[in-house]
């Protein structure tokens, strides 16, 4: 959490680190902050809340001059949301700046330590203690002060560091936490995340964890944690900046809804050729795949629910057992990991801290992972032992649509493909999945011709309290993953249950007139699935059903339906989950709620 940008060049910087910082605004917007090198000294500038108020104070930037800088845009951990404890944070006598992302694990022994040697503290956050330690360790040379510091620091941590007595210069290190390098004629760049710098540059160098950089205006050094200076290659990046930008959309959410035909189109049909599935990416001899005993698939949040909906899919296709785990239990569980497994790890960032530690245990545990990721050269793509990127482009919203359509996209092409290995499947019944594969993108784009259905029912349903979203199968992980999009952005308490489950407990819960959406788009389930809702139906709720084209009879037991093509069973998911993200846009629109930054929350989680 929390975005950090730098800049050093021929252009007034404090523009160029704002814009930057609105592009990383969905890491973090509690308060942010910019540290300039002036003509005499560093000058500060922070400010409580959105990125605005920092941009009003400063007058978009204008009022600060000079060429070299560092921003942060916080997502609170150590200390409340307030000026004080806004980065930047610097020694007492304001000659070091450091911006920072990530956590400090072994800040209160180090604050103690430095208390002791006469250091006095500001703020509440761990990131002060960087600065003072810098300020300890320096006696002129930033690199032997920023080596001293690193050892020091327990956690992960993205600096950007500015040196009063080096002026021009920008310093930053990374520990697990992201951080990239950009290249342009008017100047060198660090930021969180690509999207920051887009505009002014797609040559980007990514770091990895433990080294050094050190940026002028005309010149970028790397070096590793001995000082000695190391080699780089840059990397050019195929994002354009228009593709960060709303376009025309009132919010990125809903521009990302709707591009998701074309990010499910740009993952799958690289991939399919002359009708066959290609996944040379995968790295994996037919050999490997033949002797496949187990699945992992991991992931946090929606990521997770990716997971969930992909294990009916591949345990069905491939007849490999396939075993979900949210990443953050994966990782201190001591998971007992069978030879010739198969670890998957899902993650739209590629920079979330439990689904990296999770990878990292996998491997530790000798088995080999695949990471399915979107952000290129993030860490999860570097560390895992193959990547299979999703092509769905910068997504920027908070609540993610595109890069979860996307991930299950992947995963049916590594279940087809898997299949068809390992003879589990026909050549007929290939031919039709791949067929029916590619179609998806169309179909999506039909479902999202439903809106204004959607729109005029989630205005009727937007003061609920409480809604519930039934299903079986992979009905129940489209409705997982409805439920959360719904009260990530709504704040609508929400609960996703196996519609079989219910009367288990949960149906206790439900009184006259509460929304239950009810999920059935699995033929040899719909009868079933009819059955639970007829139950919930009879205890009062109203009842919005959502299957496919053709199962008619819903109408008899749902008050509002909503259909969707049919398609592959397998596939369903992929239709179903849209007008349950238009849903939920629509109910945090007419409550008036900021849908692409929810509170309390940020895009890429990169802290416990
Ligand atoms: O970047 P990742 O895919 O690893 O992120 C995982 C989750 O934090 C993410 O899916 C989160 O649940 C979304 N905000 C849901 O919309």
Known sequence: MCGIVGYTGHEQAAPILLDGLSKLEYRGYDSAGLAIEGKENIEVVKAKGRLRVLEEMTDNGNALSGTCGIGHTRWATHGVPSVVNAHPHCNKKKTIAVVHNGIIENYQSLKEHLIKKGYEFESETDTEVIAHLLDRYYEGEPLEAITKVMVRLNGSYALGILFEDHPGKVFAVRKDSPMIVGSAPEGNFIAS?????????????????????????????????????????????????????????????????????????DTLSPRIKDGQIVLEELGMTEEEIKKLRRIYMIGCGSAYHVCISARYVLEKLTKIPVEVDLASEFRYRDPILEENSLVIV??????TADSIAALKEAKRKGVRVLGIVNVVGSSIAREADSVLYTWAGPE?????????????????????????????????????????????????????????????FANKFAASKDIFFIGRGLDYGTSMEGSLKLKEISYI??????????????????????????????????????SNMVEVKSRGAFLMGLTTYGNYSMEDTANFTVYVPKTESYFTTSLAVIPLQLFAYYVAIARGLDVDKPRNLAKSVTVE
């Not at 990397?235 to 919010?251: C, L, N, P, S, V």
């Not at 899902?346 to 920079?351: D, H, R, T």
């Open 346 to 351: 899902i993650s739209q960032s590629g920079e």
């Open 493 to 530: 308490h929400s609960e996703a249950y196996a519609a079989g489950e219910l009367k288990h407990g949960t149906i206790s819960l439900i009184e006259k007139g509460i929304l239950v959406v009810g999920v059935a788009t699995q033929p040899e389930l719909y009868e079933k699935m009819i």
């Open 193 to 265: 995340d690509v999207p920051a710098i887009l505009k002014y540059t797609r040559t980007v160098y990514f770091v990895n964890n433990m080294e050094i950089v050190c940026m002028e205006a005309d010149n970028i050094s790397f070096y590793n944690l001995d000082k000695e200076q190391i080699e780089k290659e840059s990397t050019t990046i195929a994002w354009d900046a228009e593709a960060a930008e709303k376009g025309g959309y009132e919010h990125f959410m809903l521009k990302e809804i709707y591009e998701q035909p074309k990010a499910v189109q």
């Open 396 to 456: 920027i919203s908070v609540a993610t649509t595109k890069a979860y359509s996307t991930q299950l996209a992947a995963c049916y092409l590594i279940g087809i493909y898997f299949a068809k290995i390992r003879q589990n499947i026909s050549d007929e019944l290939y031919e039709k999945l791949v067929e029916e594969l590619t179609k998806l993108p169309e179909k999506i784009q039909r479902v999202l011709g439903d809106k204004e259905r959607i729109q005029w």
